[in-house]
């Protein structure tokens, strides 16, 4: 994918492709419970055939929003916490509205594949990577949370393989992919009850019929 038409029209991002934004309650991972304002950048290169928000794909279907706009609307939420997520929000410069939010005392945790450099400043990092477009070597140690989806027995493999390049305090996950949760999930709790450094995320707001 060349993102570059998109990029020459974020004025180094001060405007970024917004897909949706929204307040809501996180529902996967370690957050999982907390209320959190959601920004969703357009644009993925890593092509999940299983992904939910396969819209997200084309930042070209999401003209530049200005960012003062973005932060203006989060900020007028109580959430204490805004979760920078996609599509893949590191594909897209974001130095300047972690740096305009940082201003407004909010942390801001971030969702990527790790298959980009790491830009912006965050207080939670989520790594959740993805097999056909790994992380890069520099985003593992970095990461505050490792959430891997399952599908199979083999991504539990795959899991293990990412778990051996974060850090000793990084928090682990297992997550059943949505669609295979009834066939996977025993296997996953059995393995978690085997391997208990492991925990499960559960997609909540799924359960909860909210965004």
Request: hydrophobic share 40%; net charge negative.
């Amino acid at each position: 994918m060349n993102i570059d038409p998109v990029l020459n029209l974020l004025d180094n991002g001060r405007k970024l492709p917004l897909v949706e934004d929204f307040y809501t309650i996180q529902g996967e991972g370690f957050h999982a419970g907390k209320p959190a304002y959601f920004i969703r950048l357009g644009g993925c290169d890593v092509g999940c055939k299983w992904c939910d928000a396969k819209n997200t794909w084309n930042p070209s279907v999401f003209p530049p929003v200005n960012t003062d706009e973005i932060v203006a609307r989060a900020v007028a939420y109580p959430a204490e916490a805004i979760v920078i997520t996609g599509g893949e929000p590191l594909m897209y410069p974001l130095e300047y509205i972690t740096s305009e939010l940082k201003r407004r005392h909010v942390e801001i945790f971030l969702e990527t594949s790790g298959s980009h450099e790491l830009s912006g400043a965050f207080d939670w990092i989520c790594l959740s990577p993805k097999r056909q477009a790994p992380p890069l070597r520099s985003i593992y140690q970095m990461a505050d949370e490792l959430k891997v989806i399952v599908q199979t027995a083999e991504d539990i493999e795959w899991a293990e393989w990412n778990a051996d390049r974060v850090g000793r305090h990084t928090r682990l996950y297992l997550q059943p992919e949505w669609s295979r949760y009834g066939k996977i999930i025993a296997d996953i709790v059995e393995y978690v009850k085997a391997h208990p450094k492991w925990n499960i995320s559960i997609q909540t707001h799924k359960f909860m019929h909210i965004p």
